[in-house]
Each structure stands twice: as structure tokens, then as C-alpha cells.
């Protein structure tokens, strides 16, 4: 194989300059001991300190990991429910559902998240109008009105989860002997059984990949929960674009650094996962 000339290695790295060097300013502005965003004054964790003593950037941080660990198992169970279908399914009618599978994951963000967010709208019209007609009824009464929040939210990171997670479970199916299953069932299991002594111990590389991807998505989304968590529930990245609207403060260079580092670890440990995945073959 041909190495890169010295030419390449070069743009290669400038490439990489350009895209990491504004972060690499802001993780070491995070320790400076000065509101300045420009002169160094000294190093200091004060800015972490404080971090943590602000309400609305611990309950953003509870809020976007309750959202991502929910929808991460969701979607797993999901996901891998829905890949062992279209697994079995004649691959004339798989082929067009995979496709659509794929639309939220090559859709512009802005639009899933302008669309779920109507599609929502309109929900709680026709809720209202139905709640409005059985409470009328004297049975029991249910909400006349709904919002969007946490529920809306959720939501909204399963419709983007779940193609992760199918995506990456699917080639291990196509890597299984499908003699497997028979011969489990030969030998006395049931499907059921069959799929968790069988199937599962076979896919699990796949479907722990899944799983880091889907969190990773979650952590890291703004656009489409920006517009689907309503007025009474936000994400980390909807407090730190909150907070640019205003004075900006180094805790803003504290809580990126840290989004930048969950966001990183879970990179490195799906890549490294998949790199032995592939050495193993």
C-alpha cells in the first residue's frame, strides 16, 4: 500500500487543526482563573465548582441523562425486536422498510425535529377534543389538555435511536448460522427459548454498540429537543444555548467540556469495540 505523501499529511493535519483547535481553546479556558476568554490567568476549578452549584445546569444534566438511559433502553428493545423481524421477512418487503429505517438518520435534524414537533400540536388538538367528549360521558375524566415535556421528548429521541440500534444489530443476524435456531428447536427449546440462549449470545456485540450509539445521540442531540421538550423540560445543550444568549460565562466552557469528554469516551469505547470485532473475524 502506498503511504500518504508528505503533502497529504499535511492537509490531513491542518484539517484536524481546524476542527479540534477550537475546542482544545475552550477545554483550556475552562481552567482559567479569570472571567477573560482570551488572557490566561492562572489555573483553577472554580468554574466546575460553581458548575455544580447551579440548579438549572444539574437539573439540565438529571434531565439529559434520564432521557438518554430511557431511550436508550427503549430503543434497544426495540431495535432489536424490530431487527430480528425484518431479519425474517422475504427481502422484497424488507428492502423498502429498511430504507425507510434509515430516513431519520439521513433527514436534516431541523426537519425531524420541526415535524415531530407539529405532529405533537396536532396530537394534543384532537386529544382535547376527544377528552373533551368521553369526560362528558361521567366515567372518569382524563387531561382536556396536553403539553409538551418530558413525554414529547422521550419520545422524539426514540425516533432517532431506533435506526442506531437496528442498524447495528442487523449485520450480526446476517453474520449468524441460521441453522442455529432450527437446531435449537431440534433439540427441545422453544422459539422462545431458542431466541435467548441462541440469537441474543450471537447479536450482543451488535446490540451493545447499538446501545452506546443510541446514548451518545441522545447526550449529544439539541435541534430536535429543542423543538419537542416544550417550555418545562430542557436538555443540557438547550441550557448552554440559553446561556449564550446572555453574558457568557466560563461555566459554559465547563459544561462543554464535559459534554465533549462523555461524547469522546463513549466514541472511543464503540470504536474500539468494533475494531476487536473486526480483528476477532
Not at 487543526?17 to 481552567?31: D, E, M
Not at 489555573?43 to 444539574?58: P, V
Not at 428493545?77 to 428492502?95: D, E, H, P, Q, Y
Request: with cysteine; glycine share 6%; hydrophobic share 50%.
Amino acid at each position: 500500500m502506498k503511504k500518504p505523501s508528505k503533502l497529504n499529511r499535511f492537509f490531513m493535519a491542518l484539517v484536524f487543526f481546524f476542527l479540534y483547535a477550537p475546542i482544545f481553546v475552550l477545554i483550556v479556558f475552562s481552567f482559567n482563573d479569570s472571567k477573560s476568554r482570551t488572557v490566561w490567568q492562572g489555573f483553577t476549578l472554580d468554574w466546575y465548582a460553581e458548575l455544580f452549584r447551579d440548579s438549572a445546569i444539574t437539573g439540565a444534566i438529571g434531565t439529559t441523562l434520564l432521557v438518554s438511559l430511557l431511550a436508550t433502553v427503549i430503543a434497544t428493545a426495540a431495535g432489536t425486536l424490530a431487527s430480528v423481524g425484518f431479519f425474517n421477512m422475504k427481502k422484497r418487503i424488507r428492502g423498502p422498510l429498511m430504507t425507510i429505517n434509515n430516513i431519520p438518520m439521513t433527514n436534516a435534524d431541523i426537519v425531524t425535529g420541526v415535524s415531530l414537533c407539529l405532529l405533537f400540536v396536532a396530537f394534543f388538538g384532537v386529544w382535547g377534543g376527544f377528552a373533551e367528549w368521553f369526560n362528558s360521558l361521567g366515567l372518569f375524566r382524563l387531561p382536556a389538555r396536553l403539553h409538551m415535556g418530558f413525554g414529547t421528548l422521550l419520545i422524539a429521541h426514540l425516533t432517532f435511536d431506533i435506526p442506531y440500534v437496528i442498524l447495528s444489530v442487523m449485520p450480526k443476524l446476517r453474520q449468524m448460522d441460521k441453522n442455529l435456531i432450527d437446531a435449537a428447536q431440534d433439540l427441545g427449546c422453544t422459539w422462545m427459548q431458542a431466541f435467548w440462549k441462541v440469537v441474543l449470545p450471537e447479536i450482543k456485540q451488535g446490540i451493545v454498540s447499538g446501545a452506546l450509539i443510541a446514548f451518545t445521540m441522545s447526550v449529544d442531540d439539541f435541534v430536535i429537543s429543542y423543538f419537542t421538550a416544550g417550555s418545562t423540560t430542557s436538555t443540557l445543550a438547550m441550557v448552554v444555548y440559553g446561556m449564550t444568549k446572555k453574558r457568557i460565562s466560563p461555566k459554559i466552557n465547563a459544561v462543554s467540556s464535559l459534554l465533549f469528554a462523555t461524547v469522546l469516551t463513549l466514541l472511543i469505547i464503540v470504536n474500539v469495540r468494533e475494531a476487536r470485532q473486526e480483528k476477532q473475524k
